[in-house]
Structures are given as C-alpha cells and as structure tokens.
C-alpha cells in the first residue's frame, strides 16, 4: 500500500515569525495540499510528523527552541491542518528527533497498514526529509522524494541531500 509522509510542516518552520521559518518551507504548501487531495480522493494513509520537543529539549543545545510540544509554533500549518480535518485515514507521528522512526510508534503504523512504498514531502531536505528517508530506504521501503515538496534554508546542504538520497540511498527523487 502506498501512504504519503508529511515531515515537519509546522508553524515554526513553515509560517513566518516561526522559530526556525525559512522562505523556501512556504514553497512546498502548493504541492503538498494537491497531493493530500489526490491521496485523499484514492482513500489512502496520509501521515504527518511533528517535531515535538519538551520545554528543556537536549536539541536545543544544538537548535534554538522550536516546536515545543502543545505550542502555537508545533501545530501543524493551518491551510495543512484544515485539509487534513476529518479524514479517517490521517496519521499522526510526533517525535523528538530527526528520524520519524527514533522513539515513535512509525514503524508499527506502516507495519500495520501494510505499507510498501511512500512518497514524501516536508522540511527541512537535509535533516529531518534525509534521516527519515534513510531509515525508510533501510526497511526497503519504496520511496519516492518530491524534489518540489521539499525545502531548506541552505540551498547546497538541500542539493547534497537530495543527492544522497538519490545516487546513496537509491530513493527515487521526482
């Protein structure tokens, strides 16, 4: 079964005045919002993460603070948030860390839904999309990565991760 994974489209990425917004995150909301309608339309999982950290988070020695969990800034964007408002088949994954795997219930969800193959868009390409995407690829699941749905705030790292997804990990990048 196929599912489409939504990484990290929060307020405090993807909105301005958000912690750790960047222009390009506002870039991928066209796209995504098609795909959840045509994912919706064929009935099929549609999974969100969200960083979802703790008010004294050890990331924020690395970070500055963002996505505190049950804040403004971790909820997912609004024009996201209202697309996705009743749809049965909505997932949500909270985690702490770059992998949606790392400390998460991911793994069962796609165990139990029977999923094989995942097309993904989010933020940021070279952090959370990269990491997620490679443990996705070491479960050889089939990953399809929407060049056009994902963004970063440093163009070279976003390139060079699209790269290591593509010639490294073997995902297929569209």
């Not at 098609?34 to 970070?63: C, G, M, S």
């Not at 996705?84 to 860390?97: C, F, N, S």
Request: with cysteine; proline share 3%; glycine share 4%.
């Amino acid at each position: 079964m196929r599912a489409l994974l939504l990484i990290d489209l929060q307020k405090d990425f993807v909105e301005p005045g958000g912690a750790l917004y960047f222009p390009k995150a506002e870039s991928v909301l066209p796209l995504v919002l098609d795909l959840v309608e045509k994912y919706k339309q064929e009935n099929l999982p549609i999974i969100t993460t969200q960083d979802w950290h703790e008010e004294d988070d050890a990331e924020f020695r690395i970070w500055p603070k963002h996505c505190v969990k049950d804040t403004h800034g971790a909820e997912l964007v609004k024009r996201l948030k209202d697309s996705l408002a009743g749809y049965e088949k909505h997932i949500a994954v909270r985690k702490t860390r770059y992998s949606a795997f790392y400390g998460t219930h991911f793994e069962e969800i796609l165990k139990s839904h029977g999923i094989d193959e995942v097309e993904v868009c989010g933020v940021v390409t070279h952090i959370c999309v990269l990491f997620t995407v490679e443990e996705l690829r070491n479960r050889n699941i089939r990953t399809i990565v929407r060049k056009d749905g994902v963004a970063s705030y440093d163009e070279n790292l976003h390139t060079c991760a699209l790269r290591l997804m593509s010639e490294v990990l073997r995902a297929e990048v569209v």
